[in-house]
């Protein structure tokens, strides 16, 4: 099966976090609103199906950047149980850790530069995933 999930912070401090699946519709799982400090990123969820039926299980996460020979890349890895797999693939196979930290990382892929741009972003984003009860009113 092949399955995913996405990270979108809005310029509001809310956030939406959503899965996919080739034999399942982009879902909202979780919204919420999130907060940066000192590099590290708190989502603190206001609506949410059962953490355990979720990929994301973290609560916060450790920002970097991430440069190679083609650029950098702004990631994100929880502190938690993505840090914890990192570490235990690592110890387990030590060949590659820049390739395995990516592997359990979340990279930037798109940035909201405006309020409004930020706004169109969500709108676009409700319309087409399946909707969880409570996040419809996101900005």
Known sequence: MLAGSSLYLLRSGRYLYMEWADVQPETVYECG???????????????????EAAYRKDQRYIVYELA???????????DGWELEHFETAVHEEPSDPTFTLELYSRERIESYRTDAESRRAAVELMK??????GCEALP
């Open 128 to 133: 087409r995933a399946e909707p969880l009860r």
């Open 68 to 78: 190679d020979e083609s650029g950098s890349a702004l990631m994100l890895i929880g």
């Open 33 to 51: 609103s999130w907060s940066l400090s000192d590099a590290v990123l708190t989502l603190r969820p206001t609506v949410a199906v059962n953490a």
